[in-house]
């Protein structure tokens, strides 16, 4: 049962919110959309089920939507200990050494762990760490246990044992992919000190006290587990929050790993008469590289590798062709391995992916600016974070500020996770996240037959290095619910009856990494094989990057974040600035460095012949300090012009959409310095643009004004003048209201891109595309949003129509992409005919979509974004917005001295790192002279040419 329409609940803050339009500059402020409680009691439930009424659950379930939709902020300065407001709740535990204050105004946590008496230096700094974890357990367990208890089942392929059989398939793959907890368990203590191990255990023993308090009182029991009937509630482990950790690296780490995709379709673009060569041609153009025209996110920097930089990628057109001719025959009808229901892993091939996505589970997309004080009007550095990591109830990030020896920190955490934040600041710094984007996953096709020494069939052993070896085999058990059960439940579920099933998984080894076979085809003679295996350069490394977060947490200067960023291995981006003055950008994460002949983009035989070379060192790793531009944005954007492309993960054009904060932010500071309210306010403007319109594809329908332009009929001509009138803006606030986009401007593009995109796309692709044709079948589906706009510029074919359509394409296209039905002498010619035949196409669509030819009645509905839910409860759609689910702003005071302002460009990352830290007591000067050496001595020293967006 859904709650009140977004438009009621979208009114004024609720009552003792401190939320306010204009956040303080300097000071920080944060918001979250509905969702910072997930704790929903049976009497609440019971009454929402009869009324509808979201607000039965109680503060902080559904009040922040007004705040939210209404870019209001909460003043998230850091408070003292002894200050407890009206209607905050306080709790005292283990012996006073924990306290937790419940903020009444947001529900948010402010958590100090305390160190045990009588200790001192290291074993004091480890048992406060350790009572802060404690608290921070007992702190989310308390809001978000069933939440939690959703998200380790998703991280270990259990939830079946939930919800029911539609999601058995998603837990057999899940466990044939990740990890087990012997190996989980193994990366905890290669990776953690003692004093990490200590507070994972303590975090562990906070949540096990939340379960045992709840069980033994069923007013505190979450509605869910009795509407569910999942009692008793299974203890919590480290292995439960280092799976969610895995989740989380994850769903960000699989943009790569698309091999399957591309060759399946390619195999099918061949056969339909473009033979392998055509084949070849195709996946230049669709998965091409090295695009000068890209936006990155560290200025300066020219397109290609530097001369001696290791290269990832070290292939020419010719091996990928001879990768093409290697290939197994009709990958796309392989069968899916270690799954009981027959199927293809094409068609399944991102499963995972696909239920992160549409399950609210954790995610990150995300933008993020930063901006130097030469550039505000309070003279010290701005930072704005605006992680896109889903939208659910609760919601995905819990807030809270937590505290303890060389801990100071408010922002969000993952429930489950660990006692870490992911996004926040301290006294000294903020710092947000963006998805790198970089291909870190390689899929192999493998020579594969039964073992002669075996009679029971299931082992096999793999072709490697000329000699057959054994394969690892396993079996896994899943105890699966017959029937589905709803989220949010229903009053009255019968009681749940169980089956079990087994599936057997195999896993071969590359460059020393378990690769999970994900397709398994026998030949006639049933003796022989192929199969395809998935390597991760990520792969068993949740806890290290749980020390990653655990040093951002701790840093006290530039030097220290850069060496915490330093041990990241999933693929991120690290936005910063500091209250010395300094801002900067990390691009980090293990890319791995392919074999001669190599092409990432379509799989590799894996006979040992193409194994990685080990990983790109970190001293390439992209980053800038303090830019002479003053700014620096990010949007899962490529890093830097002379970084690699993202092989076969996303595929990054002139159009990316960070190039619309590029240009606004830009104009915004030509007018002069920004404070916080101005930047939110920029940010919020992109928000409301369709960035297809708005980066480039709006040019190419105006060109029809222009004098010596195709005929257009009357109705063309009107709809082509609403364009022409329209602002760009279409999401809300600013491009739409409480039903529809406010302009008919934005319904005649919208439309008529889809025509152009169906032009020029479909004589090449439909003929591999699953029938009916669509565009969507090659979007690249592990990441992007899962609802809402479709300018996200996460599918990897946009770009194809962006090149096709360009004046002068800014890379060698190896296809004419312009149909036949495009007429004309000269390529502008047959752009503008191609327009204005997708125009007309429109228009007749649109007046018969809306009955009627009166333009002004062509208003499409409001864009819209689903709350998923993972709770007893769910709520409406709320109007799309192209932001972040968490906002922060950290607005920092100006320094006492100005810090110096290091040169522009790709900063060799290493050396910056271990730089000498100037701990807690240095005076800014100082440690701007060391910036100034980490980026001007150590900086490669190279021409950097400027390139204009």
């Given at each position: 049962m859904a709650g009140p329409g977004w438009a009621t609940a979208a009114g004024a803050p609720?009552?003792?919110?401190?939320?306010?339009?204009?956040?303080?500059?300097?000071?920080?402020?944060?918001?979250?959309?509905?969702?910072?409680?997930?704790?929903?009691?049976?009497?609440?439930?019971?009454?929402?089920?009869?009324?509808?009424?979201?607000?039965?659950?109680?503060?902080?379930?559904?009040?922040?939507?007004?705040?939210?939709?209404?870019?209001?902020?909460?003043?998230?300065?850091?408070?003292?200990?002894?200050?407890?407001?009206?209607?905050?709740?306080?709790?005292?535990?283990?012996?006073?050494?924990?306290?937790?204050?419940?903020?009444?105004?947001?529900?948010?946590?402010?958590?100090?762990?305390?160190?045990?008496?009588?200790?001192?230096?290291?074993?004091?700094?480890?048992?406060?760490?350790?009572?802060?974890?404690?608290?921070?357990?007992?702190?989310?367990?308390?809001?978000?246990?069933?939440?939690?208890?959703?998200?380790?089942?998703?991280?270990?392929?259990?939830?079946?044992?939930?919800?029911?059989?539609?999601y058995l398939r998603y837990d057999e793959e899940y466990r044939r992919d990740a990890e087990t907890d012997t190996e989980r368990a193994q990366d905890a203590i290669e990776h953690l000190t003692p004093g990490d191990l200590a507070a994972l255990d303590a975090y562990v023993a906070g949540v096990n006290d939340v379960i045992n308090r709840v069980t033994t009182n069923p007013t505190l029991l979450p509605a869910e587990f009795t509407l569910l009937q999942d009692l008793p509630i299974k203890p919590w482990t480290r292995e439960d929050s280092l799976a969610i950790g895995t989740l989380e690296l994850k769903a960000e780490a699989e943009a790569g790993g698309q091999e399957l995709v591309a060759a399946a379709a390619l195999q099918k673009i061949a056969a339909a008469g473009r033979g392998l060569a055509g084949a070849n041609g195709v996946l230049q153009d669709w998965y091409f590289r090295q695009d000068p025209a890209t936006p990155p996110s560290v200025p300066g920097t020219r397109p290609g590798p530097p001369p001696g930089e290791p290269d990832p990628y070290p292939f020419a057109e010719s091996d990928s062709l001879a990768r093409l001719a290697s290939l197994p025959p009709d990958l796309a009808s392989m069968p899916e391995a270690g799954v009981s229901e027959p199927g293809s892993a094409l068609d399944h091939l991102n499963d995972i992916a696909k239920t992160i996505n549409t399950s609210g589970l954790p995610r990150f997309g995300?933008?993020?600016?930063?901006?130097?004080?030469?550039?505000?009007?309070?003279?010290?550095?701005?930072?704005?974070?605006?992680?896109?990591?889903?939208?659910?109830?609760?919601?995905?990030?819990?807030?809270?500020?937590?505290?303890?020896?060389?801990?100071?920190v408010e922002g969000v955490a993952v429930p489950g996770s660990g006692?870490?934040?992911?996004?926040?600041?301290?006294?000294?710094?903020?710092?947000?996240?963006?998805?790198?984007?970089?291909?870190?996953?390689?899929?192999?096709?493998?020579?594969?037959?039964?073992?002669?020494?075996?009679?029971?069939?299931?082992?096999?052993?793999?072709?490697?290095?000329?000699?057959?070896?054994?394969?690892?085999?396993?079996?896994?058990?899943?105890?699966?619910?017959?029937?589905?059960?709803?989220?949010?439940?229903?009053?009255?579920?019968?009681?749940?009856?169980?089956?079990?099933?087994?599936?057997?998984?195999?896993?071969?080894?590359?460059?020393?990494?378990?690769?999970?076979?994900?397709?398994?085809?026998?030949?006639?003679?049933?003796?022989?094989?192929?199969?395809?295996?998935?390597?991760?350069?990520?792969?068993?490394?949740?806890?290290?990057?749980?020390?990653?977060?655990?040093?951002?947490m701790r840093a006290q200067s530039v030097q220290d974040f850069a060496a915490a960023v330093d041990g990241t291995t999933v693929a991120f981006n690290f936005p910063y600035a500091d209250a010395d003055g300094h801002i900067g950008y990390w691009h980090a994460g293990d890319v791995p460095l392919r074999a001669k002949g190599q092409d990432p983009r379509i799989p590799a035989p894996g006979d040992g012949s193409f194994e990685w070379r080990g990983m790109l060192p970190h001293s390439y790793w992209p980053h800038v300090v303090d830019p002479a531009q003053g700014w620096v944005a990010s949007w899962n954007n490529r890093a830097a012009l002379d970084f690699p492309d993202s092989g076969d993960g996303t595929v990054w054009g002139p159009n990316q959409r960070v190039l619309g904060i590029q240009r606004d932010v830009a104009a915004r500071l030509a007018r002069g310095p920004v404070d916080a309210a101005g930047l939110a306010q920029v940010m919020q403007g992109i928000g409301s643009h369709d960035l297809r319109s708005m980066l480039f594809f709006r040019d190419i329908l105006l060109r029809l004004q222009q004098p010596g332009a195709p005929h257009l009929s009357d109705a063309a001509r009107q709809a082509l003048g609403r364009v022409a009138a329209w602002n760009g803006d279409v999401y809300y606030p600013g491009g739409s209201g409480p039903a529809t986009v406010k302009d008919p401007g934005a319904t005649v593009f919208g439309r008529w891109f889809a025509d152009l995109e169906d032009a020029v796309l479909r004589p090449v692709f439909e003929p591999a595309a699953p029938t009916p044709w669509s565009v969507d079948s090659f979007d690249d589906a592990t990441t992007g949003a899962a609802d809402g706009g479709r300018d996200e510029f996460f599918d990897n074919l946009t770009p194809v129509v962006l090149h096709a359509v360009e004046d002068t394409s800014s890379i060698p296209l190896h296809l004419d992409w312009l149909p036949p039905s495009a007429t004309g002498a000269t390529h502008d010619q047959r752009i503008d005919s191609l327009a204005a035949s997708s125009l007309e196409r429109a228009v007749g669509e649109l007046a018969t979509r809306f009955k009627t030819a009166d333009q002004t009645r062509w208003l499409d509905a409001t864009h819209t974004t689903t709350y998923m839910s993972e709770s007893a409860a769910d709520l409406p759609p709320q109007p799309f917005e192209n932001r972040g689910v968490y906002g922060l702003l950290a607005a920092f005071p100006a320094p006492p001295h100005a810090p110096v302002v290091a040169a522009a460009g790709r900063a060799a990352f290493a050396p910056l790192g271990r730089l000498p830290a100037t701990g807690g007591t240095a005076g800014p000067t100082a440690t701007a002279t060391l910036v100034l050496l980490g980026a001007g001595l150590f900086l490669r020293k190279r021409e950097r040419r400027r390139l204009s967006p």
């Amino acid at each position: 049962m859904a709650g009140p329409g977004w438009a009621t609940a979208a009114g004024a803050p609720a009552a003792g919110t401190t939320s306010t339009p204009t956040p303080p500059s300097p000071g920080f402020s944060e918001i979250l959309p509905p969702g910072q409680s997930g704790f929903a009691s049976l009497p609440a439930f019971l009454q929402w089920q009869n009324d509808g009424n979201c607000q039965d659950f109680g503060p902080h379930f559904c009040d922040r939507l007004g705040p939210y939709l209404g870019w209001q902020w909460d003043d998230s300065a850091f408070r003292s200990r002894d200050r407890v407001d009206p209607g905050d709740s306080v709790e005292t535990l283990r012996s006073g050494r924990v306290r937790i204050v419940r903020d009444a105004a947001t529900g948010a946590s402010h958590i100090w762990g305390d160190p045990d008496p009588g200790t001192s230096g290291q074993a004091a700094t480890d048992s406060s760490g350790a009572n802060l974890a404690y608290g921070a357990g007992v702190s989310e367990a308390e809001d978000r246990l069933f939440q939690m208890d959703v998200f380790r089942r998703a991280a270990e392929g259990r939830l079946s044992d939930l919800v029911g059989t539609s999601y058995l398939r998603y837990d057999e793959e899940y466990r044939r992919d990740a990890e087990t907890d012997t190996e989980r368990a193994q990366d905890a203590i290669e990776h953690l000190t003692p004093g990490d191990l200590a507070a994972l255990d303590a975090y562990v023993a906070g949540v096990n006290d939340v379960i045992n308090r709840v069980t033994t009182n069923p007013t505190l029991l979450p509605a869910e587990f009795t509407l569910l009937q999942d009692l008793p509630i299974k203890p919590w482990t480290r292995e439960d929050s280092l799976a969610i950790g895995t989740l989380e690296l994850k769903a960000e780490a699989e943009a790569g790993g698309q091999e399957l995709v591309a060759a399946a379709a390619l195999q099918k673009i061949a056969a339909a008469g473009r033979g392998l060569a055509g084949a070849n041609g195709v996946l230049q153009d669709w998965y091409f590289r090295q695009d000068p025209a890209t936006p990155p996110s560290v200025p300066g920097t020219r397109p290609g590798p530097p001369p001696g930089e290791p290269d990832p990628y070290p292939f020419a057109e010719s091996d990928s062709l001879a990768r093409l001719a290697s290939l197994p025959p009709d990958l796309a009808s392989m069968p899916e391995a270690g799954v009981s229901e027959p199927g293809s892993a094409l068609d399944h091939l991102n499963d995972i992916a696909k239920t992160i996505n549409t399950s609210g589970l954790p995610r990150f997309g995300s933008n993020a600016v930063v901006v130097s004080p030469q550039h505000t009007t309070f003279g010290g550095s701005l930072l704005y974070g605006g992680p896109q990591a889903g939208y659910s109830v609760p919601a995905v990030f819990v807030r809270m500020e937590v505290h303890a020896i060389g801990i100071d920190v408010e922002g969000v955490a993952v429930p489950g996770s660990g006692p870490v934040i992911v996004i926040g600041h301290t006294p000294q710094h903020a710092w947000s996240l963006t998805t790198g984007q970089d291909d870190q996953v390689d899929t192999y096709t493998e020579r594969i037959r039964k073992d002669p020494a075996d009679r029971s069939g299931r082992a096999i052993q793999v072709l490697m290095n000329g000699a057959w070896q054994p394969v690892e085999v396993r079996t896994e058990t899943y105890h699966y619910r017959t029937v589905d059960n709803p989220l949010p439940p229903v009053s009255s579920v019968m009681p749940p009856v169980y089956a079990n099933t087994t599936t057997t998984v195999y896993r071969t080894v590359h460059d020393g990494i378990p690769s999970p076979i994900i397709a398994l085809r026998w030949d006639p003679n049933g003796a022989t094989g192929w199969a395809l295996s998935k390597t991760r350069s990520f792969w068993n490394t949740a806890a290290q990057m749980g020390r990653v977060f655990e040093g951002v947490m701790r840093a006290q200067s530039v030097q220290d974040f850069a060496a915490a960023v330093d041990g990241t291995t999933v693929a991120f981006n690290f936005p910063y600035a500091d209250a010395d003055g300094h801002i900067g950008y990390w691009h980090a994460g293990d890319v791995p460095l392919r074999a001669k002949g190599q092409d990432p983009r379509i799989p590799a035989p894996g006979d040992g012949s193409f194994e990685w070379r080990g990983m790109l060192p970190h001293s390439y790793w992209p980053h800038v300090v303090d830019p002479a531009q003053g700014w620096v944005a990010s949007w899962n954007n490529r890093a830097a012009l002379d970084f690699p492309d993202s092989g076969d993960g996303t595929v990054w054009g002139p159009n990316q959409r960070v190039l619309g904060i590029q240009r606004d932010v830009a104009a915004r500071l030509a007018r002069g310095p920004v404070d916080a309210a101005g930047l939110a306010q920029v940010m919020q403007g992109i928000g409301s643009h369709d960035l297809r319109s708005m980066l480039f594809f709006r040019d190419i329908l105006l060109r029809l004004q222009q004098p010596g332009a195709p005929h257009l009929s009357d109705a063309a001509r009107q709809a082509l003048g609403r364009v022409a009138a329209w602002n760009g803006d279409v999401y809300y606030p600013g491009g739409s209201g409480p039903a529809t986009v406010k302009d008919p401007g934005a319904t005649v593009f919208g439309r008529w891109f889809a025509d152009l995109e169906d032009a020029v796309l479909r004589p090449v692709f439909e003929p591999a595309a699953p029938t009916p044709w669509s565009v969507d079948s090659f979007d690249d589906a592990t990441t992007g949003a899962a609802d809402g706009g479709r300018d996200e510029f996460f599918d990897n074919l946009t770009p194809v129509v962006l090149h096709a359509v360009e004046d002068t394409s800014s890379i060698p296209l190896h296809l004419d992409w312009l149909p036949p039905s495009a007429t004309g002498a000269t390529h502008d010619q047959r752009i503008d005919s191609l327009a204005a035949s997708s125009l007309e196409r429109a228009v007749g669509e649109l007046a018969t979509r809306f009955k009627t030819a009166d333009q002004t009645r062509w208003l499409d509905a409001t864009h819209t974004t689903t709350y998923m839910s993972e709770s007893a409860a769910d709520l409406p759609p709320q109007p799309f917005e192209n932001r972040g689910v968490y906002g922060l702003l950290a607005a920092f005071p100006a320094p006492p001295h100005a810090p110096v302002v290091a040169a522009a460009g790709r900063a060799a990352f290493a050396p910056l790192g271990r730089l000498p830290a100037t701990g807690g007591t240095a005076g800014p000067t100082a440690t701007a002279t060391l910036v100034l050496l980490g980026a001007g001595l150590f900086l490669r020293k190279r021409e950097r040419r400027r390139l204009s967006p």
